[in-house]
């Protein structure tokens, strides 16, 4: 049990409470204005200690800024270089200018709600604080999530101490609502070969066919090598990636350490031949003038690349590379192919997961499956149920 004792401070009479913890340290809480209010602290301190939810007050006082550091060290060991470089980007620019002194004990809810607002309305403070100063700059949804995602896994930890009883950043009230994604722009065939023979060099041609027809990932296309590709079969070995991050190639395993086979079509043999030519086993397939990987074509407006300038020449409107991954889901679709070869070719973890990528894609194919079952019942004369 503990104990309540009385002490004097210049503002009048206050209360103190102490007790022990599980490894019999004594620990203290003190302020309380009336004895009963130290009464029921004890009294929940005390049940809380029997029903193993017990906190110690002394844990909470660590900062956010102190768990922080550790928590992402943690993550840059368990995430890629891209998925890691967003959360380090969230943390150093949202989450440390605000969060980086606060106790966690100390969080509230409406704490948290008030920040999530902020963000949004674009007050909230960060280390860009000085471009929305010249007038406020809205945050994304994504960035508002990503950003309260950073402090809740933080606190996720804390709570798994036992540093704090819950998550006060969990469940929040006023999160904005995410964008529905616009409409995706599949090409067909023959914009495809329109798109790639706007393009400037056999390179640019051969990645455009690459991955409007196999699917690959940029990343996975720039960090193919000669011995990825297998002639006789017509296989690619999607084995590695190189993400761009922060101005940097990084390479690594491809997206959900999913290494796969990849079909590519016939036509493709000859262009991947040529650009092979000459190589060893172990040097890129598609590389700049000097002989390093690729870099991601931009497609911002205002922006002109490559890739920009072939799009204008085509007369297809603006599309960035990954849409061309989709286009050959589009593609592979409305050839016959069904969701278990998408899934493979397009190294998704599960079917499920390509159905609700491509959801939009498999409405003709359910058209057809209603057609092909009425056809069956009509072949098996199912009218003479009706007949009198």
Known sequence: ????????????????????????????????????????????????????????????????????????????????????????????????????????????????EQWIRELSEGTA?????????????????????????????????????????????????????????????????????????ATNNDTHRTLILLLSYCGLRWSEAIGMHVSDIIFPRHRIQVQRAAVEVEGKIVLGT??????????????????????????????LVFTDLQGKHLRRAKTQHGVNSWFTTALDLADIERLTPHDLRHTAASLAISSGANVKAVQRMLGHKSAAMTLDTYADLFDDDLADVAERMNQGGL???VARLWET
């Open 1 to 112: 049990m503990g104990s309540i004792t009385a002490y004097e401070i210049a503002a009048g009479k206050r209360y103190r409470v102490r007790w022990r913890d599980d490894q019999q340290k004594q620990v203290e809480k003190k302020g309380f204005r009336t004895k009963k209010d130290a009464e029921l602290y004890l009294a929940h301190t005390e049940v809380s200690r029997s029903n193993g939810s017990y906190t110690d007050p002394g844990e909470a006082r660590i900062t956010v800024g102190a768990l922080g550091v550790e928590w992402l060290r943690n993550k840059k060991h368990a995430l890629k270089a891209s998925s890691f470089s967003s959360l380090n980007t969230s943390w150093r620019v949202y989450v440390l200018p605000r969060w980086g002194d606060v106790r966690i004990g100390d969080i509230r809810a409406s704490h948290v």
């Open 379 to 381: 072949n098996a004369n």
């Open 125 to 197: 403070t960060t280390t860009r604080t000085k471009s929305a100063k010249a007038g406020a700059s809205p945050r994304s949804a994504s960035v508002v999530y990503r950003a309260l995602g950073v402090l809740a896994g933080i606190l996720d930890t804390a709570v798994r101490d036992g540093r704090i009883p819950r998550n006060v950043a969990r469940g929040a009230q006023n999160l904005p609502p995410k964008q529905s994604q616009k409409p995706r722009r599949y090409l067909t065939h023959s914009e495809v070969v329109r798109l790639a023979e």
């Open 254 to 283: 491809p997206k959900n350490w999913e290494r796969r086979l990849v079909p590519f079509p016939a036509f493709l043999e000859e262009p991947l031949e040529q650009l092979c030519r000459g190589k060893r086993a172990d040097d």
